[in-house]
């Protein structure tokens, strides 16, 4: 192996951060402060800084891999034009980024929690977590939710249960992100710990309607440009579906933030640079945050709700019920030649076995899953086709 110059590599990394140090906002957070559960003894010869390695460690996991076949917000559809999940992540990522730089923030920890912060989500989107949440209440062990499990997966379950030990401020932006819940202004509690994320993570699987706030700014902008990617994403893609027409959309909305996805993102982008300059929060201004909640309004009723892309909704059902079951008994009866040991329970650390429940094994195994390989595990006749559109 090639013999690196040691005394280089640390200069190079010293020099890094004294710069970030005068280049940043005294608002943001320095890669110099990333915290980790576990210290780790990486040598001189890694040179990269501590948000940027948390980047790197989610790129190569095998659940953000999944992300390929993840439902955004349209399932058993075939059009390669929709959004999926992986591409929503990339959005997100983006956006923030966009917003991180002009406020002067660290858009290392604003790309890893944006690349992080839907790892967990179970096949076809919010539907399945609706139908996870009733089977993990049935076996007590408390509801199913999406930022909960981003943060299981990548800690607790990843690298055959080792997790990747990620930076506090990163699983905590991760934990609190919740893009469904508006805001029209975000200040950061950055009084957290390791034990605090423990807590949060126990109080919100008991109380899904708990309100958590990222403990760094970075945490801020990622929960509002999750909003902003998906708001006006949602439409066109509903609009190529021809489930609404453009015409259809709220005229208060369009007055401020327009009828494209381009120009709504833009007018939200904007508006928060623009209102959180300097600032010790960020924020939308009183209009544009009122219009925004608005379209949030109308695309839960005509896109989220709409009645057309229901049509498989109890079938899934019933095979989430199938399968948690099936998964449950294999288990309980040692049936090694099913899939969840040959595929998930095979040479897990006992790190991950020792403290989770056969109910939460199975409920880790399922969330992971991709559309379509929930499919295959599913009895052929009762799996629903995928139609064209």
């Not at 905590?172 to 975000?186: A, F, Q, S, T, Y």
Request: charged share 25%.
């Amino acid at each position: 192996m090639k013999k690196f110059d040691e005394d280089t590599l640390e200069l190079a990394r010293s020099v890094l951060d004294e710069q970030e140090a005068g280049r940043l906002s005294a608002l943001a957070t320095l890669n110099k402060d990333a915290t980790r559960r576990a210290v780790e003894d990486r040598g001189d010869t890694d040179y990269r800084q501590g948000f940027s390695i948390d980047v790197d460690r989610i790129l190569h996991a095998h659940a953000y891999a999944r992300y390929i076949d993840k439902t955004q917000v349209f399932y058993l559809i075939k059009n390669d034009h929709i959004t999926h999940r992986v591409l929503h992540v990339q959005l997100v990522s983006k956006i923030a980024r966009t917003i991180g730089r002009f406020l002067r923030l660290n858009e290392d920890l604003i790309e890893a929690i944006a690349l992080g912060h839907d790892i967990g989500h179970a096949p076809f989107g919010h539907d399945g977590e609706r139908y996870l949440t009733a089977l993990c209440k049935t076996h007590g062990i408390g509801s199913f939710q999406h930022n909960v499990q981003s943060v299981q997966f990548l800690d607790k379950v990843e690298r055959k249960g080792v997790g990747w030990n990620l930076t506090l401020q990163t699983l905590d932006g991760i934990l609190c992100h919740d893009g469904e819940v508006h805001n029209k202004m975000l200040q950061p509690d950055t009084a957290k710990t390791f034990e605090t994320l423990e807590q949060e993570l126990s109080v919100k699987k008991k109380d899904p309607d708990t309100t958590l706030v990222p403990m760094t700014l970075e945490g801020c902008v990622v929960r509002m440009a999750d909003t902003i990617a998906y708001i006006g994403r949602d439409v066109e893609d509903a609009i190529r579906l021809n489930l609404i027409n453009r015409s259809d959309l709220p005229s208060k909305c369009v007055e401020y933030l327009g009828d494209t996805n381009g120009t709504i993102v833009f007018n939200l982008v904007t508006d928060m640079i623009q209102n959180s300059f300097q600032k010790k929060y960020v924020a939308f201004s009183t209009e544009v945050s009122d219009a925004l909640r608005q379209l949030k309004k109308f695309n839960l009723k005509h896109i989220y709700l709409n009645p057309q892309i229901k049509g498989h909704s109890s079938t899934l059902k019933k095979l989430f019920a199938v399968l948690f079951e099936k998964y449950l008994a294999d288990i309980e009866n040692k049936v090694y030649s099913s899939v969840i040991f040959n595929r998930f329970l095979n040479g897990m650390a006992p790190a991950y076995i020792q403290p989770h429940s056969n109910a939460e094994i199975v409920r880790d195994f399922i969330s992971g899953m991709t559309d379509e390989y929930f499919l295959s595990q599913c009895p052929d006749s009762m799996r629903p086709a995928i139609q064209r559109m």
